[in-house]
Nanobody
């Protein structure tokens, strides 16, 4: 049975860094495009970043470009999200998400295109 698991969330001060990791059971992540989404309280889930499986192309929301980096560790079958220079607006629950075989790169940011979600990891940026 497919299960995505996020780890690495926590509390960090503004300007600090965290790294989130996504692992899976039931599938190999390197066969799929994998994305990270966030959901802040009272707001819709929104795409943060995505990495494809075919050529490793990466995508980022404008709000995180230059601060966040998505990457794969194929040896460990893990997808990481390195988050630097965090600010208060980054506070949210972050979800690892698996795209379906019919993945459309132009719509990487669309939560309705996702077919599997992790349980989420809380990231809190606070002084």
């Amino acid at each position: 049975q497919l299960q995505l698991v996020e780890s690495g969330g926590g509390l960090v001060q503004p300007g600090g860094s965290l790294i989130l990791s996504c692992t899976a059971s039931g599938i190999s992540l390197d066969n799929y495009a994998i994305a990270w989404f966030l959901q802040a309280p009272g707001k819709d889930r929104e795409g943060v970043s995505c990495i494809t499986n075919r050529n490793g192309q990466t995508y980022y929301a404008d709000s995180v470009k230059g601060r966040f980096t998505i990457s794969r560790d194929n040896a460990k079958d893990t997808v990481h999200l390195q988050m630097n220079n965090l600010n208060l607006a980054d506070t949210a629950v972050y979800y690892c998400a698996k795209d379906p075989d019919t993945f459309n790169e132009e719509g990487w940011w669309n939560p309705y295109a996702i077919d599997s979600w992790g349980q989420g990891a809380q990231v809190t940026v606070s002084s």
